[in-house]
């Protein structure tokens, strides 16, 4: 069993031993965020089943889903930068610590943003969409709701394990999590076994108790098995520590800033896409969700990056600091790169396992996220270099410039793009992916020069030491 005395954070020097350390540290965090996508794309794998409409009202309840959860994802993910640190600075109880105030936020925002889900029918109502669709919407969004909290403590858990070098038990649980979500899903979709048909809630539930599931795994996994046991997560528990939670909040709130304005323009893209019709919808949201399962890997290189560069800053290290940020970059980008290649040799098949080939207007939607995924091509590269080039910069506690860059870039550059190209040029849901593309490409730009600009510094933020 490795500790922290023992461990080889250090690893075996230069860029060869920094990009092995870094694939080791990524694949299964990579692995363990596909997963969680697989569960999404099976649930609408078996809602295109029940139509278009059906496709276009998960894709909208997503959306609803999806600025909640990131309101608390970038105040959990703040996790992995405080434990990393204190894992390199050999500090055992400031990785509890860091973990125990990650579960407190997701526990006090649970109750408001659990409540504001499930009204999100009349949120989309209110935004002009289809009463029919806002309806199915609202269904899905009843089940799915309650898998905001677990979901949440799953990141922090997750993060934790990930920062002493430990993540595969997330990916072990995540793996077995997929077939039973497709399995469950399937049953209360249709009815299966003498199960009631409970049609798109049927979907919510499934994957709400499936992420309740998963948490409840990785808690016991963290509390009960080695390495982890020897932190005692839930040691203490109650025991305040207001310094480090203002400290997880300075970091984690730009973060969730970050997050909501990088998710916001791909939302209000979604209700853009709404207004211009159902097959442009479900279009939109099968590219979308092909280009989040390629999006995971980069992810979780991100994630890797923020570790890696976390525990060069525990150590006091500036040079490794500077090879861990750019090893990671340098291969989000080399992926990413490959997968286009892959998605547009595939671009007219991929986009079938969404539709029903019974629906007559299959056909047409399919050709639609073909062409989408084509003009996705270079959006892909930028947007994984960007998440990569973020965790590195996560990793010296650097939040607040770059969410005033994801401002100016998603919001101020990119929703002006996405609207204009769409609707007074007249390009529709076509416009709106080149203005991703807009967008994407100035983040990533802005992200490596402040880590270029900070690691050339020798910037090192301040690590805790106080014992609790």
């Not at 006090?108 to 919407?137: H, K, M, N």
């Not at 020897?230 to 973060?255: C, H, S, T």
């Amino acid at each position: 069993m490795r500790t922290l005395e023992s461990c080889s954070d250090a690893g075996r020097g230069g860029w060869r031993g920094e990009t092995v350390d870094t694939i080791r540290l990524a694949l299964p965090i990579a692995l363990t965020q596909l997963g969680q996508v697989a569960m999404m794309t099976s649930d609408l794998a078996l809602v295109g089943r029940l139509g278009d409409k059906a496709v276009a009202a998960a894709a909208l309840a997503q959306v609803v889903l999806f600025v909640c959860f990131v309101l608390g994802m970038g105040l959990v993910s703040a996790v992995a930068p405080l434990a990393a640190q204190a894992y390199g600075a050999r500090e055992p109880r400031l990785v509890r610590r860091a973990l125990r105030v990650g579960l407190w936020v997701a526990a006090f925002l649970g109750i408001p943003l659990t409540a504001f889900v499930l009204q999100g029918e009349g949120l989309l109502l209110w935004l002009g969409q289809s009463p029919d669709i806002a309806r199915l919407a609202g269904d899905y969004l009843a089940g799915l709701a309650w898998s905001l909290v677990p979901g949440w403590w799953f990141v922090a858990i997750r993060s934790f394990m990930g920062a002493v070098n430990r993540p595969e038990p997330a990916l072990w649980v995540t793996l077995i999590a997929v077939p039973l979500n497709t399995l469950l899903a399937y049953v209360l979709i249709f009815g299966a076994f003498g199960f009631p048909e409970l049609g798109m809630t049927g979907a919510g539930v499934a994957t709400a108790l499936v992420n309740l599931g998963m948490c409840a795994a990785c808690v016991v996994i963290a509390y009960t098995q080695p390495p982890f046991r020897k932190y005692r997560v839930l040691g203490r528990f109650w025991r305040a520590d207001w310094p480090l939670l203002r400290q997880l909040i300075v970091i984690g709130a730009p973060m969730s800033g970050s997050f909501l304005l990088e998710y916001g323009l791909f939302g209000s893209a979604a209700v853009f896409v709404g207004w211009i019709g159902a097959m442009e919808l479900a279009a939109h949201q099968i590219a979308l969700q092909i280009a989040a399962i390629v999006f995971m890997v980069p992810f979780g290189i991100s994630m890797a990056a923020t570790v890696r560069v976390g525990h060069a800053v525990g150590r006091g290290e500036s040079a490794a600091v500077r090879r861990a940020g750019l090893a990671a970059i340098g291969l989000g980008a080399t992926f990413m790169a490959a997968m286009v290649v892959l998605i547009l040799l595939l671009r007219h098949d991929i986009p079938l396992l969404f539709l029903s080939m019974t629906d007559g207007a299959a056909v047409e939607t399919a050709n639609l996220a073909a062409s989408l995924l084509t003009i996705g091509a270079t959006f892909f590269i930028a947007d994984g270099v960007q998440t990569v080039a973020a965790g590195a910069l996560r990793g010296l506690n650097d939040t607040r410039i770059p969410m005033l860059f994801a401002a100016l870039s998603f919001w101020t550059i990119g929703m002006a793009a996405c609207y204009g190209l769409a609707f007074p040029a007249g390009l529709g849901v076509t416009g709106i992916w080149i203005g991703f593309t807009v967008s994407l490409i100035v983040y990533a730009s802005l992200l490596i020069w402040r880590f270029d600009l900070l690691s050339r510094r020798g910037f090192m933020p301040e690590v805790a030491h106080a014992p609790a």
